[in-house]
């Protein structure tokens, strides 16, 4: 029996654009790793923010990234980060790190901190018996794996993204980050070439998850 290719999927878009759950569900169909990279940095904010740093001070952002460690710790189909050895809890999605995480993610010291580590994700889905990974962001398809077997782009309607978030009972800005994401000088929000962009505006969660099945099965079985 021949063995099935190591697929690597990459899923990028704005804020509450729908890409955790459509990966989340993806990873458990096709027996993927999902990361979901935001998570590495609102968890890396939130310790810079304990410490004490701001955006403003890149020297010290730098000092503080050197004594931070990270890791990976792997339940179910999802891999999460670990920062000095602790798993992030829910305080990486509170309203302080929403407002503060744009911020710290523009600055290229934090981006090259963890560029390497977005990439070793490839291994410890491989060593974990995973059938490939897929791996959600802002720059996976641009930047991080640029050669990935499918690169999506996520977009929803930012209002229809501002209700998802209210729906959550969470407090979001969705539009001020995307702004911030989109507009900073390195790895900026984009939709790169040749990545296939879906309009997720009018479609239901399950309609998203059945149409990017559909490219997933295509590249498993050409
Ligand atoms: O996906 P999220 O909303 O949890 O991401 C939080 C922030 O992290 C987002 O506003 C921008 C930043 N981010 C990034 O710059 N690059 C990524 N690959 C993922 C997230």
New binding site residues.
């Given amino acids: 029996m021949t063995k099935s290719k190591f697929i690597i999927v990459a899923v990028d878009g704005g804020?509450a654009a729908g890409?955790s759950s459509t990966s989340r569900a993806l990873s458990q169909r096709f027996g993927l790793m999902h990361v979901?990279?935001?998570?590495f940095?609102?968890a890396t904010t939130l310790k810079l923010m304990e410490v004490a740093v701001s955006p403003e001070d890149e020297a010290a952002v730098s000092d503080a990234l050197s004594k931070i460690t990270i890791g990976t710790s792997i339940s179910g189909n999802t891999a999460s980060i670990t920062v000095d050895g602790r798993i992030p809890n829910a305080s990486i999605r509170s309203q302080a790190v929403n407002e503060k995480?744009?911020q710290f993610?523009a600055l290229p010291k934090l981006r090259t901190f963890l560029l390497d580590y977005q990439r070793s994700q490839v291994e410890v889905a491989r060593t974990n018996g995973f059938s490939g990974l897929i791996m959600?962001?802002?720059?996976?398809g641009s930047v991080i794996f640029p050669d990935a077997d499918l690169r999506l782009y996520l977009f929803a309607d930012p209002a229809k993204r501002a209700q998802r978030r209210a729906k959550e009972g969470i407090s979001d800005s969705v539009e001020k980050?995307d702004q911030m994401?989109s507009s900073r000088k390195t790895?900026p929000l984009q939709c790169p070439d040749g990545a296939t962009l879906l309009d997720s505006s009018d479609m239901t969660l399950e309609e998203v998850i059945e149409k990017v099945s559909s490219w997933i099965e295509e590249i498993i079985s050409p």
């Fill in positions: 804020a890409k979901d990279t935001g998570s940095y609102r995480v744009s993610a959600e962001g802002r720059d996976i980050r994401d790895a």
